[in-house]
């Protein structure tokens, strides 16, 4: 059966004006929802979804919200998290010891507090925010201090659409998507006047916006006044706090001050994230707002599936009869915290579906956690499937494709059938198996995991190889300063494949080229090198940069004469903007040419662009753009392209596998 219990959603305005009415029972209480808006995942505990069967349960309803909950006329007929001030959750704030702070107006309070510069730990439906002056360089920065969080954007809420516009470029469709009940955070072009300190968002003309979806969010913006930093109450990768104690516990090192309240969130769920992208809703995070929506499926599950998604970016998803249930995001799942929240998350969702799994569906890679937890289940069929693969049947799920396809599937790294890296491939796909057809010249990564976040090695590796090691290294700033003996040792390494696996990532070729011309030697985060190399990118650029395409076989890119053609572009004086956009342009041409080739084999086939790269607004674009005067292309909307869609793939693999289908 389907589950029962809707999405959190944004405070409807029939609500907020109540909260904001002096003469309205419900004036300035945090809690007020009603059947349109309001916790509903984030609370439910089992099913069906009723009252006792939330984390309302413990708050009996006065009589007035009795009758407004029993009257089929009124707009909170039977919505479970219905109360008031008189019988409904309140709010406290404490100082980290958990001793109450201040005068008994809490919101008031923890507004001066923001005011005073300092940092305040906020109690929201899927678990805690950190907030601060998002206007406070100072402010900014201590946050990022304490949070160990070097240069990674920090999301922004502002009090209306009217202060949205005052801090980024927003058009009808942004607009759209910004106020939607879902209320994810909205990635825009920031203004270069906007009253955000430079701190929230280093080196990144883009801004991470939302608005209130909470009435608690709305009071306290109204009475800030202005901008605050709305970034997730973690510490270092670990899931978000999501209980009194443990936000007391874990930021008690990060926070000044904690606004509680004492309605229990019994399932974590961060903030959801979404782009414009070529027009349509692109959503990057899947979680609150839209999990645990079903995604309508064309093929019927033959068994119930779990799926168990992938490493980074984690959801899981778990299939049943013509639906997909996508778990909310659970984040990188490369520690003990993150490993048992997915493990809770999972357990919780399969009680709401009450369905227990016949098919375990896993990537590839042996070490990864979520194929670890797979081989822990007792279930007897398990599915392993390729990384690439389930990016293209996730897009092939989302658009109803029964395929065959041509899947263009562009990322940092996933494990292949051969052992090594793969992230630039071109995969004539069914749900029960493909055909790898194009993919791109490897590059050596020197030290393993270690050249992701030094990236200086990768491009060295890069350039040893477009010059077959003889690199014109003079002329590359990007390696002045880098102790000469380090970088003979890195390029023996390249050179004699000693500690320094060949990967195929497209992302890697971001990172590399990234660092030649912007002279960025490291990352502090996954994929930082990459998006400030999309990000400088002219979009009226026209120019393309020579490539190779080798067709036998399996048609291999070679990109080592854009790379020759980059460096001396970097000698000419040619700005980073320029060859950002050649870059691009380049990278959508060869598709263009891998597709044309995969066609040649396997006749016109409806083409899909998924994986990390295709979160990359121009690429993507450039590419269809490119593509759809010949094919029919279809790229991602609800369905995250990254790694946080690649549940829905893997499910929908393993059940055509289990089935027999191919075979």
């Known amino acids: 059966r389907s589950i029962s219990i809707p999405p959190d959603l944004a405070t409807c305005s029939e609500c907020l004006a109540e909260v904001f009415d002096p003469a309205n029972p419900r004036f300035r209480y945090p809690f007020t929802n009603c059947t349109h808006c309001g916790p509903r995942f984030t609370i439910a505990t089992g099913v069906p979804y009723d009252r006792p069967a939330t984390t309302m349960m413990p708050f009996s309803m006065c009589g007035s919200c009795r009758r407004e909950y029993e009257s089929v006329a009124d707009r909170r007929f039977h919505a479970q998290p219905n109360a008031c001030p008189e019988c409904g959750p309140s709010l406290v704030l404490t100082t980290p010891s958990g001793e109450t702070f201040g005068n008994g107006n809490p919101i008031g309070t923890a507004v001066r507090a923001l005011r005073d510069g300092l940092i305040v730990a906020i109690k929201g439906l899927g678990g805690f925010h950190l907030a601060c002056d998002a206007a406070s360089p100072v402010a900014v920065a201590r946050l990022r201090r304490r949070k160990h969080r070097d240069e990674k954007p920090f999301a922004v809420m502002v009090e209306s659409l009217r202060a949205a516009h005052g801090v980024a470029r927003i058009d009808e469709d942004e607009q759209r998507l910004l106020t939607s009940i879902e209320a994810p955070i909205v990635l825009l072009q920031r203004l270069e006047n906007a009253p955000l300190a430079r701190e929230i968002a280093p080196e990144n003309p883009l801004v991470g916006l939302l608005l209130p979806y909470t009435p608690l969010h709305h009071l306290l913006l109204a009475e800030f006044g202005g901008p605050l930093v709305m970034t997730s109450g973690n510490v270092s990768e670990e899931p978000m706090a999501s209980s009194n104690g443990e936000a007391l516990e874990k930021l008690g090192g990060i926070a000044d001050l904690f606004l509680l309240h004492d309605r229990e969130i019994a399932t974590r769920s961060d903030d959801s994230i979404a782009r414009m992208i070529g027009g349509r809703v ?52 490369e520690n003990l915290p993150s490993y048992r929240s997915y ?92 055909d790898r057809v194009g993919t791109f010249r490897p590059i050596a990564l020197p030290g393993g995991d270690l050249a992701i976040r030094e990236v200086w090695r990768i491009a060295l590796a890069l350039v040893d190889d477009a010059f077959d090691g003889a690199p014109p290294l003079e002329r590359v700033p990007l390696f002045r300063g880098i102790p000469e003996n380090t970088v003979a040792l890195v390029r023996r390494m390249a050179a004699g494949r000693i500690a320094a696996p060949l990967a195929r990532g497209v992302g890697r070729y971001f990172d590399a080229i ?63 903007s320029t060859i950002s956009g050649r870059f691009h342009n380049t990278l959508a041409l060869a598709t263009k040419d891998l597709v044309r080739a995969a066609a040649a084999q396997a006749g016109r086939l409806p083409v899909v662009l998924t994986g990390g790269c295709f979160q990359n607004a121009l690429l993507a674009e450039r590419t269809a753009a490119l593509l759809e005067p010949e094919f029919r292309v279809y790229r991602h909307g609800e369905i995250p392209p990254g790694d946080g869609g690649i549940a829905l793939g893997q499910a929908l693999v393993a059940d055509a596998v289990a089935r027999g289908e191919g075979c």
């Open 282 to 333: 692109t959503v990057l995070r899947r979680s609150r707002g839209y999990v645990p929506r079903a995604v309508a499926v064309s093929r019927r599950f033959a068994r119930p599936v779990l799926a168990c998604g992938a490493q980074l970016k984690n959801t899981f998803c778990i299939g049943v009869r013509d639906s997909a249930y996508l778990g909310p995001h659970i984040g990188d799942l």
């Open 343 to 434: 493990e809770e998350a999972i357990h919780r969702m399969e009680k709401f579906l009450t369905v227990d799994p016949e098919v375990i569906a896993h990537d590839l890679h042996p070490e990864y956690l979520s194929t670890r937890y797979a081989d822990s289940r007792p279930e007897d069929t398990k599915v392993a499937v390729q990384h690439h693969h389930a990016h293209v049947a996730s897009a092939m799920g989302e658009h109803g494709l029964e395929g065959p396809v041509i899947g263009v599937a562009y990322d940092g790294t996933g494990y292949g059938t051969d052992g090594t890296a793969w992230g630039g491939e071109i995969l004539v796909a069914r749900f029960s198996g493909f």
């Open 514 to 576: 990234g660092a030649l011309v912007l002279g960025r030697r490291a990352a502090t985060y996954e994929g930082q090198i990459a998006l400030a190399w999309n990000l400088v990118a002219d979009p009226e650029e026209a120019g393309v940069y020579p490539y190779d395409l080798e067709p036998d076989g399996v048609a291999t890119l070679d990109l080592r004469p854009l790379v020759r053609a980059v460096l001396a572009d970097l000698a000419d004086g040619r700005t980073a």
